[in-house]
Each structure stands twice: as C-alpha cells, then as structure tokens.
C-alpha cells in the first residue's frame, strides 16, 4: 500500500500576481508564481488547495475611502478573488496541472460552488483547487478563510506565503532589529498582536489544530521547500 498524501493550503495575497507598486495582473508576475505552483507540486507528491487574496484589485477596508460602505466594498473584495483564482486557474493548467476553482459566492458560469465533499474529491483526483470569494461574508479577511477551508477539508498544514522570511517580533521593514520568530504558539502569536494574520485566522487555527508555516514567497523555491516540509520560516503551533 502506498502511503498517502498529505494535504496542503496555500494561502497567496492577490498581490503576488502584480509587481510592487502597481494594482492588477501582471502577465509575467502569474506565469512565474504559477509554474513555481505547479513544478513544487508535481514534486512534492501532496494534495494543494490554494486561497489567494484580492488585495492586487480591491482591498475592502483599504479601497472604499468613505464612500463605499464596509459590506459593499467587502463584497467588491470577494469578487476580486474570483478573478485572480480564474487568473490562476489558467496559468497554472498552462504550466500542466488540473486545476478547478471553487467559490463560496454563486457564480455557476465561471466556477464551480464552495462544496467540502467535492472540494476533498477534486484533491483526491490530483487537480489543484482554488478556493475564491474569502468565506463568502463580509468582515472576514482571506487568512481567515484560509483557515476555515483548510480546516473543513482536514488539511495537514496551512502555508502563508509573504513578503518576509516569517514572523518577526516587530515589523523588519520598519524595524531593522527585528528578530524572526522559528516558533510560536497560536496563543503567544494572539497576546503579542503579531500582524502576520488576524486574530479570527489564529483562533480557527487553534480550534483546529491546524500548524501554519509563514514563509518568503519571493525566495525561489521555497515553494517547492514549504510543500515538501522543509523547514523555513515561522512555524505556528
């Protein structure tokens, strides 16, 4: 018999398909983050599901300057996760993996709705799934949906893929003492008001039991190092 799979999230912000300092989808920017995506896994023997962020098109909080209300522009959010999942639906399917989008917002036209059972059978057939459209309610961030989804399809580990190395004790592009954190409870994360996710994501976590690894996305190949187990980062527990 052969041993089986173990089953990951990767949690991506939306700005991970543009270039620092512009809004959008850069061409260039998703077809590396996707082949990286699809090579990492097609080493790594696992089970990936992938929820990526809006914030590259519309960030909620961010983007509704007053006038805009908060479950408007949430919503606006939602649906700027859809169209970065079909971005990345269809560049990772170039680079040669089967992929399928699942959104917790009804859009049967463009992807197919958020159902646990046929999320896990999707993994089980070897396609990547994309979770889009957050938890499908207003007032909740991406990390907490990353959360939620890994949990509801039993995930072994989350995967935060940022801007830095980890965690650190302070923010290392304002503070350049900041120290990175290997280790850290969900607890200890929760009391020191550590910025690397919100507290709703750390509190799933815990419930769940869910280990969250925080490592760099722009570091090459620490995709394939995080899908593998290999350990870089910050490892919250």
Same mark, same amino acid.
């Given at each position: ?70 479950v ?11 169209i970065?999942?079909?971005? &990345?639906?269809?560049? =990772?399917?170039? +680079? ?5 989008? /699942?959104?917790?917002?009804n859009?049967?036209? !463009? %992807? ?67 120290? &990175?954190?290997?280790? =850290?409870?969900? +607890? ?5 008001? /550590? ?6 994501? !750390? %509190? ?34």
């Amino acid at each position: 018999m052969t041993a089986p799979k173990k089953r990951i999230l990767l949690k991506l912000s939306g700005e991970a398909l543009s270039t620092e300092g512009h809004r959008g989808i850069n061409p260039q920017s998703l077809k590396e983050i996707a082949t990286e995506i699809a090579d990492a896994y097609q080493k790594a023997h696992c089970e990936l599901a992938i929820v990526i962020g809006g914030g590259n098109v519309w960030r909620g909080l961010r983007d509704g300057g007053g006038v805009i209300d908060r479950v408007n522009s949430d919503s606006m959010g939602m649906l700027a996760t859809v169209i970065n999942a079909i971005a &990345l639906q269809s560049a =990772i399917e170039e +680079a040669g993996v089967p992929t399928r989008v /699942l959104t917790s917002i009804n859009i049967y036209q !463009l %992807a197919e709705p958020f159902v646990r059972r046929k999320a896990i059978r999707h993994l089980e057939k070897g396609r990547i799934v994309i979770f889009a459209g957050g938890t499908g309610n207003p007032y909740f961030t991406t990390d907490s949906a990353a959360a939620l989804r890994a949990s509801e399809i039993n995930a072994h580990v989350l995967l935060k893929a940022t801007q830095v190395d980890g965690v650190y004790d302070a923010d290392p592009r304002k503070n350049p003492n900041a120290k &990175l954190i290997d280790k =850290i409870t969900y +607890a200890a994360a929760i009391e020191k008001r /550590l910025q690397f996710m919100d507290t709703a994501a !750390l %509190a799933i976590a815990m419930e769940n039991k869910l280990p969250i690894q925080v490592f760099n996305l722009h570091k090459k190949g620490n995709i394939e190092l995080a899908l593998c187990g290999k350990d870089i980062g910050t490892v919250i527990y």
